[in-house]
């Protein structure tokens, strides 16, 4: 079992992914650069976040050009699991991946802070074994993440089960308090229609050891691994 | 050739730079600012292909990467 960890000029969440998959949880992982146009070999991808190309023009314009993706497209529509963090989540959205796209939070601050999530599916690799409701505490490091998509679009997610997490407060209930950003209908996360590609601006890799504040985060990964288990039985 | 690109965020999307400049303006006592919607504008510099080859061109640029059409919109001028 191997994970991909896609590194573009201006990465700088890909080691904390890399050693929370390859030290906490104890998979394999591997640095992918992302002028490769191949993932041949690797079980899962992980798209760590950071500020690919400066942010420029938006965030996650320039890296969706990058050769990598081509190949994290084909290995998506093979049913592999995806996870984009942050300007991962970003990426996913500017490549159209993933629907809706991001705006400035709506404070106009960048906002780094532990917030509380709840789960809304089970149906990813990520989250196989989170029963629905869970609350998970995971911190957010952003300036654009304020999650917008047209109505017609956050009705669909809805209906189909592809909001796998809001913000809430720490009982779970999803306010406007809560929402550090200005997201609609609070979405910090969500996942494509197959469910394998999964999008979320909290980051599960900063916090998957209590030592850093919370082990939250590792739910997500233990939950891959699980899932590639599974798979591969 | 040049053309001027202007890419602007959609009617109904929230622009909260805008928001802010709006009430920074009437905080120096410039009044009557109704809205500030705040965008990008890009000058490209073309061989000369024509005008409708140009605008083929630009249009397809704005599509796939200088906009994002979910949350923007383009408008182009060329000469």
């Known amino acids: 079992m191997k994970t991909a960890v896609l590194v573009f000029p201006g990465s700088n969440c890909d080691h904390d992914a890399y050693h929370a998959l390859k030290h906490v949880v104890g998979v394999d992982a ?22 690919t190309y400066g942010d420029y023009l938006r965030s996650g314009a320039m890296a969706k050009l990058s050769p990598v993706m081509g ?6 529509e093979g049913g592999g699991p995806v996870i984009g963090i942050c300007n991962g989540f970003q990426i996913l959205l500017e490549a159209g991946l993933l629907p809706g796209a991001m705006i400035v939070n709506d404070s106009l601050r960048f906002v780094c802070d532990y917030v509380h999530l709840r ?52 009982a779970g209930n999803v306010t406007r308090e809560s ?41 997500l990964f233990d939950a891959m691994i699980a899932w590639l288990a599974a798979r591969t039985a | 050739m040049k053309a001027k690109i202007y890419v602007t965020l959609k009617r109904g999307v929230l622009d909260p730079q805008g928001k802010a400049i709006r009430t920074s303006l009437s905080h120096l006592g410039i009044d009557g600012v109704d809205d500030v919607r705040v965008g990008k504008f890009m000058e490209v510099t073309l061989k000369e292909i024509g005008v409708e080859e140009a605008r083929r061109r630009l249009d397809e640029a704005c599509r796939r990467l200088l906009a994002n059409t979910v949350i923007e919109e383009y408008r182009i001028e060329i000469g």
């Open chain 1, 71 to 76: 190949a994290v497209r084909r290995f998506a």
């Open chain 1, 119 to 170: 789960a809304g599916t089970d149906r990813t690799p990520f989250t196989r074994g989170i029963p629905v409701g869970t609350v998970l505490k995971i911190p957010v490091a952003h300036y654009q993440g304020n999650y917008y998509a047209d109505e017609g679009t956050l009705s669909s997610l809805e209906e189909r089960g592809q909001v796998v997490f809001r913000y809430c407060d720490s």
């Open chain 1, 30 to 51: 591997e640095f992918v650069w992302h002028k490769s146009s191949s993932l041949g070999g690797f079980d899962a991808v992980v798209i760590p976040g950071g500020f």
């Open chain 1, 179 to 219: 929402n550090p950003n200005g997201s609609a209908r609070n979405i910090a996360g969500i996942c494509n229609e197959g469910g394998n590609v999964l999008g979320m601006m909290p980051h599960p890799e900063r916090c998957s050891e209590i030592a850093l504040g919370s082990g939250d985060g590792r739910r």
